[in-house]
């Protein structure tokens, strides 16, 4: 191929290539600016600074906790009067199983659905971008999703826990004690962990998504979903399929207050989350591609 043709080609192909980052970027916005999206977040917010009032108000003056205090309630929970930065660790254990991930499948689920119940999915589609790369768009606005509520927790968390009780050295799962930043740097690989560790779903929530073209009945499947999956990883006479459920390696992300830190579990929810996503997402893929828009 001469020179003259490989530049055509080029010049062809850049109309598609910022078409797609067009796409990409609307879709962000859009996800973004939605109302639902805002009350999710807010509630997500809401979270931490509730949980560390409530510790507040039960322990008075805000201090007496310690690691050896035990109690009920969410993981790390007792260590937050002793340490604000707790709070992060406590709000992420408490938000994981049930916030967190109902808010990223209320989005995943809309994505593609509430698009066709809206009318809208079928302009969408006459745009160069094609249907795949719409897909694409989408999957990755909802991951950009999960890392923002995972990091409005982390952070709602971090400034509660610092106004309402003192911070400073970590004392870690193992007994060892580490500094304030390098404490400060674990929360922030948590939040990260935590986020990719809802990519799973969230291609889950995408296929679903492609299933139907009410937003309603997409998100309310979504949710069902995950209710019912994180019910099967409880009943101990279903341990052997445990392993392969996607929430199953979630909180594994305390295993990197561990001195030194335990990959083992943290690899093997990555991996999972992989899976998940690869078979998900192709299948929203395979059924995006050869769905009828009639809407």
């Known amino acids: 191929m001469s020179q003259a043709e490989l530049t055509a080609v080029r010049a062809a192909r850049a109309p598609r290539r910022l078409w797609a980052l067009g796409i990409l970027r609307s879709e962000l916005a859009t996800t973004l600016r939605r109302w639902r999206t805002l009350a999710l977040l807010g509630v997500l917010a809401a979270v931490p600074v509730l949980i560390g009032i409530a510790v507040r108000v039960e322990t008075g003056d805000g201090s007496g906790g310690g690691p050896g205090d035990g109690g009920g ?19 992420i254990s408490a938000t994981l199983p049930v916030f967190l991930p109902m808010a990223v499948g209320v989005i995943a689920g809309d994505s593609v659905a509430g698009e066709a119940s809206g009318g809208t999915l079928r302009y969408l589609l006459v745009a160069p ?131 030194p830190v335990r990959w083992d579990e943290m690899v093997s929810n990555l991996g999972l989350q992989a899976v998940y996503a690869a078979v998900f997402g192709s299948a929203a893929w395979a059924r995006f591609t050869t769905k009828d828009i009639s809407v």
């Not at 007792?78 to 992060?88: A, D, E, K, P, R």
């Not at 997409?218 to 996607?246: E, R, S």
């Open 129 to 259: 971008a094609g249907r795949t790369r719409l897909l694409c768009a989408k999957y990755a606005s909802v991951l950009v999703f999960c890392l923002v509520a995972t990091l409005v927790v982390a952070v709602s968390a971090l400034a509660a826990g610092a106004l309402l009780f003192p911070v400073g050295e970590v004392t870690t799962i193992s007994g060892t004690r580490i500094g304030f930043g390098e404490g400060l740097l674990r929360a922030g690989l948590i939040a990260v962990t935590v986020a990719v560790s809802l990519t799973g779903f969230a291609a889950l929530g995408l296929f679903i998504s492609t299933l139907t073209d009410s937003g309603i009945a997409a998100m309310a499947a979504t949710v069902g979903v995950l209710i019912t999956v994180q019910i099967l990883d409880t009943m101990p006479q279903l341990d052997g399929i445990h392993p392969y459920l996607f929430p199953h390696y979630w909180l594994s992300f305390t295993d990197l207050l561990r001195d």
């Open 73 to 91: 309630g969410p993981a790390f929970l007792s260590q937050i009067t002793g340490n604000g930065l707790f709070l992060v660790f406590a709000s």
